[in-house]
């Protein structure tokens, strides 16, 4: 029996995880909602927190400072998806702090899948194992000039995937990371270097961090592969609109959220229905940290 619990939990959308896990997040409090859809205005929003003190969501609805205005009896949000930094977050988090409203997110529970999507699909266009094949000749992942900008957790395990099978890789990342240097033999580019150098390039930032400008996809070139593993653009979508009209490109993403909806349509862009990084093991390890952060922040 859970001693210490919420009054009231609202989910104000649905949480991702299978349904076993959300019956059991209604366990920690003495009354709970979850909606199955996603509120379309801050007013819904408001209307479904009411006077719930636990607030869960995903990455697909905001919670601002009118929200956390409107709602006073909140002390708790959990967010059922990953938490890098408050300037990438869906919750207003600066001012969830000044309220005293405790946030917590989830870290490191969909990197395996991303990373084989990153190697299946790079895998069939480079092969001609789908729709299209990048060069004349088929062609095996193995000297291919690779760069991944950002070396977070997603980046650092795609790197040590892609060097598996004997691409090149290098990267850029704000803060450089040695001991990964080290262990992959990866070289480390200013951004602009490594776009000119490399013949694919791998987006892994924050949500809401945008780095490729016309300027970067000038310096790509034609005869190019983009792929993004945001959950958000990390690129300007009319400068991408603009490269993807040279000859030879290719841009991927796991959903239409990480590209852009005027550019999923294109010929030479593949988009998936659905998250790399939200299989079924993933939402297992997702539900368990969400269930770790409340009873954590109860005791």
């Known amino acids: 029996m859970i001693k210490t619990r919420f009054k009231k939990m609202v989910a104000i959308e649905p949480t991702k995880l299978l349904p076993e896990w959300d019956e059991q997040l209604k366990?920690?409090?003495?009354?709970?909602?979850?909606?199955?859809?996603?509120?379309?205005?801050t007013e819904e929003i408001i209307r479904r927190i009411g006077d719930a003190d636990c607030v869960m969501l995903s990455f697909t609805s905001y919670i601002n400072k009118e929200v956390l205005d409107a709602c006073p009896d909140i002390r708790y949000i959990g967010m059922c998806c990953s938490l890098y930094s408050p300037e990438s977050a869906n919750v207003d988090i600066l001012t969830a702090e000044k309220k005293g409203i405790v946030v917590t997110g989830i870290r490191d529970y969909g990197d395996e899948g991303v990373r084989e999507y990153v190697i299946s699909e790079l895998v069939r266009l480079l092969q001609?194992?789908?729709?299209?094949?990048?060069?004349?000749?088929?062609m095996e992942l193995t000297s291919v000039k690779i760069g991944i900008v950002g070396m977070g957790t997603v980046g650092s395990l795609v790197a040590e995937s892609l060097n598996f099978f004997g691409a090149d890789v290098a990267y850029y990342s704000r803060t450089r990371k040695p001991k990964i240097e080290e262990k992959l033999s990866m070289a480390y580019y200013p951004l602009n270097d490594l776009l000119a150098e490399v013949d694919i390039v791998i987006t892994a930032l924050n949500k809401n961090v945008v780095l490729l400008e016309q300027e970067q996809f000038q310096l790509m070139g034609p005869g190019k592969i983009m792929m993004n593993l945001s959950i958000a653009p990390s690129h300007n979508i009319e400068a991408l609109t603009n490269w993807l009209k040279l000859p030879g490109t290719y841009a991927f993403s796991d959903t239409v959220a990480g590209i852009g909806e005027t550019v999923a349509d294109m010929p030479n862009v593949f988009v998936g229905d659905h998250s790399a990084g939200l299989t079924s093991m993933a939402k297992v390890r997702l539900a368990q940290k969400v269930i770790k952060n409340i009873e954590t922040f109860l005791k």
């Open 27 to 41: 366990n920690y409090a003495d009354e709970s909602t979850f909606y199955p859809d996603i509120p379309d205005t």
């Open 128 to 138: 001609g194992r789908g729709e299209a094949m990048w060069k004349d000749e088929p």
